[in-house]
Structure formats: structure tokens, C-alpha cells
């Protein structure tokens, strides 16, 4: 590698490690996106191949920005699964199918010795969030992502805690029906299970094959998504309505209890199932609020996320800056 | 107030407010303990009559420890209920029954201009664990205290942690069964409604109300207390048996959604109802263990406090040191 030392390491690259696909985009000092890329994971090809995409897709990244490697201070990683940021080690990702991949040690050697810093997928969005988004108003909150699952990341007086080994955040875990459906993880009646895309199509599911009438067509056992609920729970459907009721009673019984637990300013509640609309949020805001301690759920302000689909690489490639910090010693 | 400039601001003064009685100890700049005095809160003759008693029973302590008024660095105050540590007020305290009680305005005043610092009872609680006891183990713990209420502290990084306005810690107020009984925050199902000892009391009347029977002669409606439950359990009694199962599973419930949430090291347990033993501790173990995210809860240790009665009092004139760090900008 060209190693030029009188160039400034100015540009840093934002990696967004999703089990469908791998996102890079090369960033300025001032946070501009220069380049990006995208290509498939193809998780089922094992952790090796996975690594070798990361870095071809980084390297495309940087070629149709027209930076060069020399100029790069370093790769940050948000991977979808339990992470340990102080080693760079995917502990869990079942998404991936990894199990103790050390992502920051083997991406490190395909890039030539640039460095890499790896966390969860939902940490880098909520320091996105907490650095170019939300933060500005908030320094105390939870930032959620309900999508095909629920996860979170905690922004502490502005500064990302993750936790004694990086598993902070893990809202969609929170128990609200002690004896309700299995989940993925293990325990009975998370949150994840109910409020998820995943959750929302199981329950659905679950009614049809227990006898109950769906109004609309779409609602077949074999049709559902999340989508499909919702636009039929628009329309009142006898099935697609309660399931997503449920959900947002759910989710917002979760974040009361988070509310209780860290008392923050604010929640920023965010992604795919977050934005089909008011028959999801309405009722997690009701049942927030009903739940919640009076003096500290009144206090809490549920918000939309500030950043749009590139809060992933963007909070990833903040990740090197603020590695810096914690270095030095200091707080943000 | 005779103020020597000459002389050294070495002692500090804890008190411990709490609805029954108001103790205050003097220390040394090593937290030895130089005097201590105990009186009556008697919060019934309103939040004046409590707050000149507070100055009475700092004096009172102050006399014993042969320190001079010139010698105090300042007051510290544990306050049993939601309290702002940046202002001093105290939001709301329904054992004292008081509401935005200005408790380090006005106890300065009577204090002839001596430096009061005030926080809730359970984060003093949990600094006090963090600087003399559980701390010299764990960075990031959960301080809870489990008596005729539940509460709880946070310590995140080593720090006391209280949310965006005092409040964090609340874990009595996590929903374990939201169609629940009624708690006294306005929700329904919430841990301290089951795994307080108060809760656990209700519980037990409700169970001999709606026809259950007790074989120990000491489980009758007027005799239930605590205690009763806890001896008629140790001998299988078919009403306190049960009600000590089920409180010990609710609170490790709870335990495992902050776990979820906080990633802790450990969490610290202690109170008067957990000291009544392993048939309270089991289940919370248990369930804490079963619920838990496997990567989350297998590294949490479950352990009982590192001081013991004078936690309270010794928190409170940590406190002192503790705002300094802060106004210092420095974390500790």
C-alpha cells in the first residue's frame, strides 16, 4: 500500500454490515459522503468470504470517490449482532451466522494494516443520531429501530454506553407478556415477539390457522409480510388490526419500562414498521404514557429518527472519531 | 456562624432522611464515622417541622463528634423519594408526603449557609456501594434495595448515574404482569406490587380473602407482615409459599429486562426483604437467569451489598466530593 505520510488522513469510511447486504460510503471531514458502494452479503458463503466483500466493497467505495488509501484514517464497521467494541469481535450474529468472528483483527489484514473499528449496528446509529441527529436537542436518549427485529442503542448525557460487553440497548428483549409466544433468544414473551415485522407476521399467522376471518384477501397464511398487515389493519381487518394494536401496545409497554429504568429526555423511535404509520405508533405513544412513572413519562419526548437510510454508514464512520476520544481519555 | 478561614473543611455530615426517622453521621476525610445522631421524622407536622429537625439532628451528631460548624466541608441528604440533584428540590415523596419540597434551599437557611447537596436515597445508596463497597469489583451495576418498597440506583462507567431528571434507577416501577394488580404509581402489575414487603403482604390478604388457606396460625389478615409470611413459608404454607415464590420470580423478571437493557456486571442486591433469605433470593436467581439474554445475563453476578446499615448516611456525605467531581468536569 502507498503510504504517503505527508498526506492528511482526513477521509474515513462508514461500513453498514446487514445480513442481506454490505453498505460502504467514504466520508470527508465534514461528514460529506464522497463515494459509496453496495453489494450482497451472501452470509450462507461463511465468515471468510463475508470479510473479503467488506473489503471489496470498501476499495469500490474509495475508487468511485477518488481517495485514495493513503488518505483514509481508518474503517468503521456497524455489524448486525452482539458486538464487542473494545475487541472488535462479533460475539452473535444470527443474521451472519457468526459466532465469534474477530471482524476488526481479519478486515484490518485484507485492508493492509488501515484501521478498523467495529460495533453493533444499532450503537453507530444512535451516535449517529446522538452526533448529526437527535443529539442536538436530546442528550439523554433511546434510539429504537423496530424493523424485521427490535433493537436500540442508549445515548447516556451525550455519550454512547454500551454496557459492560456491548450489549446496552437490547430493548427488543424486555419482557411484556411473561408467558406469551417463544422468541429467538430463548425467553417467552419479549417484546420482539410482538412488535417486530417478524413478530407482527407470526401473530398473524397464528390467528389465521386458530380459525379467525380475515376480511381481506391479501391476508393468506402464505401472503403475509408486514406490509400486507398493514394495509389490511388500515382497512379494519379482524386480524391484521388487533396484531398491529398489539404491537404498538406492546412496544410502548417496553419503552415505559425503559423510561423507569434510565429516565431519558427523549426516545427516537425509528425504522421500517416505525414508518407504516399511526396505527403502529399510536399506540406505543398511549401506552408509553400510560404506563410510564407520571414525573418521568411526561417529561419524555417521542420522536422520528433526523437521519434517513445512511444514519448506518454514517454513525460507523463516527465511530473512529469517537474511539479517539475515549483514547484520549475525555467525553463528548 | 463562627466560619475560622483558618480551618481546615476536613468533615462532612451525612443524613439519611427517610419517612420514619432522619439520621445524620459526621465523618472524617477518611469516612470514618466521628459521631451520629437518630431522631423521629414525625412528617406529619409537614415539610418546616421535618427540615428543623434535620438541622437538629445534624447539630446533635455535630456536638457528639466534638467537630466544629468551621470544620464542615458540608451536608449531605438522601432523600426517600424522586429528588433533583441539581436543584436540591424534592419532586415528590410519598413517605414524607411531600412535593417539590426546596429541601437544600431551605436547609441551608437553617444551617446558617453550611453546603447542602441532595439526591434520592437509593443513588447515594449506590455511590456509596461504588466508592467503599461492590465498586472495587464492577464499573457498571445495578444497586437495588428491596423493603417496603423497591428502588434502585445506577451505576454506569463507575458513575452515579440519574438520568435526565434524577429519576433513573426506578426499577420497583418495571411492569412484570401489565393486566397486574394495581400499584400505587397509577400502573397495574408493576415488580413492587408482587416483590415488595408490602406487596407481598397485599398479595398474602388477597389470597386469604378470596378463600385460600393458611395452615400457620400467624397468617390471619390482621397479623400479616413481612416477617409472618417469610416464617410461614419456611414451613410450606400454601398461602406464604406461594406469595414468596412469586415475589422472588417477579423481581428477577424485572432484573432480567434491566439486564436486557444495561448490559450490567452485576447487580447488588440487599434490603430488608432480601435478607430474609434463599426462599426470596432463589427464585430472583432463577428467573434472572432463565430470562435474560444468554451472552447478557451469564457474565452478570448476582451479590449482596458491601456495607450495611450506615450505606444510607455514608452515600449521603459522599455526595459532597461526588458534586465536585462533577462541577470539575472531571468523571470519577
Same mark, same amino acid.
Given at each position: ?14 461500513v453498514d454490515l446487514g445480513g442481506t447486504n454490505i453498505r ?16 450482497p452479503t451472501e452470509a450462507q458463503e461463511g465468515a471468510d468470504e463475508v470479510i473479503s466483500r467488506i ?21 468503521g464497521v456497524g455489524a448486525a449482532g452482539l458486538t464487542d467494541w473494545r475487541t472488535g469481535v462479533v460475539v452473535l450474529a444470527s443474521n451472519l451466522r457468526w459466532r465469534n468472528v474477530p471482524l476488526k483483527e481479519r478486515l ?8 478498523v473499528e467495529v460495533d453493533k449496528d444499532t450503537n453507530v446509529a ?19 429501530t423496530?424493523g424485521t427485529g427490535i433493537g436500540g442503542g ?8 454500551r454496557?459492560?460487553t456491548g450489549g446496552a440497548g437490547d430493548?427488543g428483549h ?9 422468541c429467538g433468544c430463548g ?5 420482539e415477539?410482538?412488535?417486530s415485522?417478524a ?9 389465521? !390457522? $386458530? ?6 384477501? *391479501?391476508?393468506? +397464511?402464505?401472503?403475509?409480510? &408486514?406490509?400486507? /398487515? ?16 398489539? !404491537? $404498538? ?6 419503552? *415505559?419500562?425503559? +423510561?423507569?429504568?434510565?429516565? &431519558?429526555?427523549? /426516545? ?44 448506518g454508514?454514517?454513525g460507523a464512520?463516527?465511530l ?13
Amino acid at each position: 500500500m502507498n503510504d504517503d505520510r505527508n498526506v492528511a488522513r482526513t477521509a474515513s469510511v462508514g461500513v453498514d454490515l446487514g445480513g442481506t447486504n454490505i453498505r460502504a460510503a467514504v466520508f470527508d471531514d465534514g461528514m460529506k459522503i464522497l463515494g459509496r458502494s453496495e453489494i450482497p452479503t451472501e452470509a450462507q458463503e461463511g465468515a471468510d468470504e463475508v470479510i473479503s466483500r467488506i473489503a471489496t466493497c470498501v476499495r469500490e467505495a474509495l475508487d468511485r470517490s477518488s481517495v485514495a488509501a493513503g488518505e483514509v484514517a481508518g474503517i468503521g464497521v456497524g455489524a448486525a449482532g452482539l458486538t464487542d467494541w473494545r475487541t472488535g469481535v462479533v460475539v452473535l450474529a444470527s443474521n451472519l451466522r457468526w459466532r465469534n468472528v474477530p471482524l476488526k483483527e481479519r478486515l484490518e489484514q485484507e485492508l493492509d494494516g488501515l484501521r478498523v473499528e467495529v460495533d453493533k449496528d444499532t450503537n453507530v446509529a444512535a451516535l449517529a443520531e446522538a452526533r448529526l441527529g437527535a443529539g442536538s436537542e436530546f442528550k439523554h436518549f433511546l434510539y429504537v429501530t423496530a424493523g424485521t427485529g427490535i433493537g436500540g442503542g442508549l445515548i447516556l448525557d451525550g455519550t454512547l454506553y454500551r454496557g459492560a460487553t456491548g450489549g446496552a440497548g437490547d430493548i427488543g428483549h424486555v419482557v411484556v407478556d411473561p408467558e406469551g409466544p417463544l422468541c429467538g433468544c430463548g425467553d417467552h414473551g419479549c417484546v420482539e415477539v410482538f412488535s417486530s415485522g417478524a413478530g407482527m407476521v407470526n401473530r398473524a399467522r397464528e390467528m389465521l !390457522a $386458530g380459525g379467525e376471518q380475515a376480511a381481506s384477501s *391479501a391476508m393468506t +397464511v402464505e401472503a403475509l409480510t &408486514p406490509q400486507t /398487515i398493514f394495509e389490511a389493519a388500515r382497512e379494519g381487518d379482524a386480524v391484521a388490526a388487533p396484531v398491529v394494536e398489539t !404491537a $404498538g401496545r406492546a412496544l410502548g409497554l417496553a419503552l *415505559a419500562d425503559y +423510561v423507569n429504568i434510565n429516565n &431519558p429526555e427523549a /426516545i427516537v423511535l425509528g425504522g421500517g414498521v416505525v414508518r407504516a404509520g399511526r396505527a403502529y405508533t399510536e399506540p406505543v405513544e398511549r401506552e408509553l404514557r400510560r404506563r410510564a412513572l407520571p414525573a418521568l413519562g411526561e417529561i419524555v419526548k417521542l420522536v422520528p429518527p433526523g437521519l434517513g437510510d445512511d444514519v448506518g454508514v454514517t454513525g460507523a464512520a463516527l465511530l473512529l472519531a469517537e474511539s479517539e476520544i475515549e483514547k484520549n481519555g475525555g467525553s463528548a
